[in-house]
């Protein structure tokens, strides 16, 4: 098969159901949003992440793959094919205990902080505010275009990048730079 298929020369793109819309079309914008999340997951982890953030990334980079094939998916028909490519509550509630778990080895928050860091940790500030952009870009498609849990999890996700960021610099020993 070859990495070139010649069908989006136009400036068309096919979705889930077959349907051609142009590639500027929000839904594509959408998942061209998460697309670059999970890329930048990739850039953190290749910085060089502790263990445990690292599979934290490998996992959300995976969610991210099926959060962009819901959003691909205007008639959501795709959840009873693809079973990966479902996204559930729980998928929320592990980032939330994942978010919980990280915090108590955290100073508390008191004040806003400037991104930075470690590479990695910079790699994951970067990540959030990609994953913040994402989230709009899929408010954008409306309110019904995808199921509200869509919507739920890259809110989450936004909250635990940010998490690992000041656990990845905290354990390096980098201060933050407060606002």
Partial sequence: MKIYTKTGDAGETSLFDGTRVSKTDLRVTAYGEVDELQACLGVARAAGLPPDLDEMCVTMQRELFAVGARLADPSQRIAARVEKAVVT???????????????????????FILSGGTPAGAALHLARAVCRRAERAVLHIGANAVEPIVLVYINRVSDLLFTMARAANHRAGMSETEW
């Fill in 89 to 111: 509550e729980q998928h929320v509630t592990q980032l939330e205990a994942w978010i919980d778990r990280l915090d108590l080895e955290l100073p508390p928050l008191r004040h």
